[in-house]
């Protein structure tokens, strides 16, 4: 059973940087598609980046670009999740996804993932 699980979150300042890591057990880390999501208060859950297997195919969206970056580490099976310059709409509950052999490529719907973690809270106050 594939488990994964987030850590990192927290309270930081405006303009302020955090990062957050998520590791997956149960299956073979490389065979895994990965992406954060975030799920601000009273919104909906949206995409924020997602990377191939390889680490070679990444999407971030408009709202996080040039500020977040995602990463993996194939042999230390961890994803990263870079966040610079935060804002106070970046404030949400943070989620780690995966799903399995989606290809050479990753998806920006959270339809696609099979694997979640619990979630992260990141707060950014002004």
Not at 17 to 31: K, M
Not at 55 to 77: L, P, Q
């Amino acid at each position: 059973q594939v488990q994964v699980m987030e850590s990192g979150g927290g309270l930081v300042q405006v303009g302020g940087a955090l990062n957050l890591s998520c590791t997956a057990s149960g299956t073979i880390f490389v065979d895994l598609t990965m992406g954060w999501f975030r799920h601000p208060p009273g919104k909906e859950r949206e995409v924020v980046s997602c990377i191939s297997r390889s680490g070679s195919g990444i999407r971030d969206s408009d709202s996080v670009k040039e500020r977040f970056t995602i990463s993996r580490d194939n042999a230390k099976k961890t994803l990263n999740l870079q966040m610079n310059s935060l804002k106070p709409e970046d404030t949400a509950i943070y989620y780690c996804a995966a799903v399995k052999n989606l290809g050479h490529w990753c998806s920006e719907s959270r339809y696609e993932y099979d694997y979640w973690g619990q979630g992260t809270q990141v707060t950014v106050s002004s």
